[in-house]
């Protein structure tokens, strides 16, 4: 029987060979040591699979079909023998001491199931463009925009017993869903110093403009719909919800504002959308 560990960090990985390597050497030298590191190749068409097996003995694995970055989680997860879990995105990178301060953050303070970090902003030589300062905890903000970076969390695995693994169905968004779930039940917190550098390249998995959109405004639908579901009585959280139906139902109906030409017809309609859900929420806060 594999012994207990006190954090699992797991990895999912898709075509990463030009950063998982430095994402696994990063973790290993860190400066706790009481950890264990679970990458999940996700059905990658590169060298990644070749680059994960040099580390056999140093990390657990698995490889799996392509099923997208929820399902690899997922899959890591069920590995885990943490008591905490931590996340890194194969292309980011975190400073030498991030687990070690993040135990220490759960350890203290019993009462926080997740707590999260600033991080760094870096490009695709990790180079710093800029310091990303960590939002505050507020359930009324989260539920408004995701600003929790995945690979700024850690969270204890119990957490998990209570509100279950991620949406498979919203892959690319889930962490967002998982967040909102995870506060409903458990305190959340954060720490400002910066604990992980989030790299952003051309190479990251991504879809077309239209496509991007048209799914985002999808999986926000869905994730305020669940939410709004297990918090039957919320009114300001139907109105999110009328809001959500309203944008995408917008976007499907007149797919050309998501041409870059007519951004700016979109934005202004997005601003009326914005000041008519900020109106009925202040005045159903005051009934």
Same mark, same amino acid.
């Not at 140093?58 to 099923?67: A, E, F, G, L, T």
């Not at 999260?116 to 030589?125: G, K």
């Not at 790299?199 to 305020?224: N, P």
């Given at each position: 029987m594999r012994r207990m560990v006190k954090v699992s960090v797991i990895v999912p990985v898709y075509n990463g060979e030009k950063y998982i390597r430095e994402a696994i050497d990063n973790i290993l030298n860190q400066s706790y040591k009481d950890f264990e590191v679970i990458v999940i190749d996700d059905g990658s068409k590169d060298n990644t699979l070749s680059i994960i097996k040099e580390y056999a003995g140093k990390i657990r694995?698995?490889?799996?079909?392509?099923?997208?970055?929820a399902s690899a989680i997922n899959e890591g997860i069920k590995m885990a023998k943490g008591e905490y879990v931590a996340y890194?995105?194969?292309?980011?990178?975190?400073?030498?001491?991030?687990?070690?301060?993040?135990?220490?953050?759960?350890?203290?303070h019993p009462d926080v199931g997740l707590v999260y970090s600033s991080f760094c902003q870096v490009n695709s030589i990790?180079?710093?463009?800029?310091?990303?300062?960590?939002?505050?905890?507020?359930?009324?903000?989260?539920?408004?925009?995701?600003?929790?970076?995945?690979?700024?969390v850690m969270h204890r695995k119990k957490c998990l017993d209570k509100v279950?693994?991620?949406?498979?169905? @919203?892959?690319? &968004?889930?962490?967002?869903?998982?967040? $909102? +779930? =995870? /506060?409903?039940?458990?305190?959340?917190?954060?720490?400002?110093?910066?604990?992980?550098?989030?790299?952003?390249?051309?190479?990251?998995?991504?879809?077309?403009?239209?496509k991007k959109l048209a799914y985002r405004r999808y999986t926000t639908m869905r994730i305020v719909e669940k939410a709004c579901a297990r918090r039957k009585n919320s009114f300001w959280l139907k109105i999110k919800l009328l809001r959500a139906k309203v944008?995408?139902?917008?976007?499907?109906?007149?797919?050309?504002?998501?041409?870059?030409?007519?951004?700016?017809?979109?934005?202004?309609?997005? @601003?009326?959308? &914005?000041?008519?859900?900020?109106?009925? $929420? +202040? =005045? /159903?806060?005051?009934?």
């Amino acid at each position: 029987m594999r012994r207990m560990v006190k954090v699992s960090v797991i990895v999912p990985v898709y075509n990463g060979e030009k950063y998982i390597r430095e994402a696994i050497d990063n973790i290993l030298n860190q400066s706790y040591k009481d950890f264990e590191v679970i990458v999940i190749d996700d059905g990658s068409k590169d060298n990644t699979l070749s680059i994960i097996k040099e580390y056999a003995g140093k990390i657990r694995w698995k490889s799996q079909k392509n099923k997208g970055q929820a399902s690899a989680i997922n899959e890591g997860i069920k590995m885990a023998k943490g008591e905490y879990v931590a996340y890194l995105d194969a292309d980011d990178v975190c400073m030498p001491q991030r687990l070690e301060i993040q135990v220490k953050y759960l350890d203290e303070h019993p009462d926080v199931g997740l707590v999260y970090s600033s991080f760094c902003q870096v490009n695709s030589i990790g180079k710093i463009q800029r310091i990303i300062k960590a939002v505050p905890y507020d359930h009324f903000v989260l539920l408004q925009k995701d600003y929790i970076a995945r690979s700024a969390v850690m969270h204890r695995k119990k957490c998990l017993d209570k509100v279950g693994l991620f949406d498979e169905g @919203i892959t690319g &968004d889930d962490d967002w869903d998982m967040w $909102i +779930r =995870i /506060s409903e039940k458990f305190g959340v917190d954060y720490v400002e110093r910066p604990l992980v550098k989030y790299r952003v390249h051309g190479e990251q998995i991504s879809l077309v403009r239209s496509k991007k959109l048209a799914y985002r405004r999808y999986t926000t639908m869905r994730i305020v719909e669940k939410a709004c579901a297990r918090r039957k009585n919320s009114f300001w959280l139907k109105i999110k919800l009328l809001r959500a139906k309203v944008e995408r139902k917008i976007g499907e109906t007149f797919p050309i504002l998501d041409k870059n030409s007519f951004a700016r017809i979109w934005r202004g309609a997005d @601003i009326v959308l &914005d000041w008519m859900e900020r109106t009925l $929420i +202040r =005045i /159903s806060m005051r009934l």
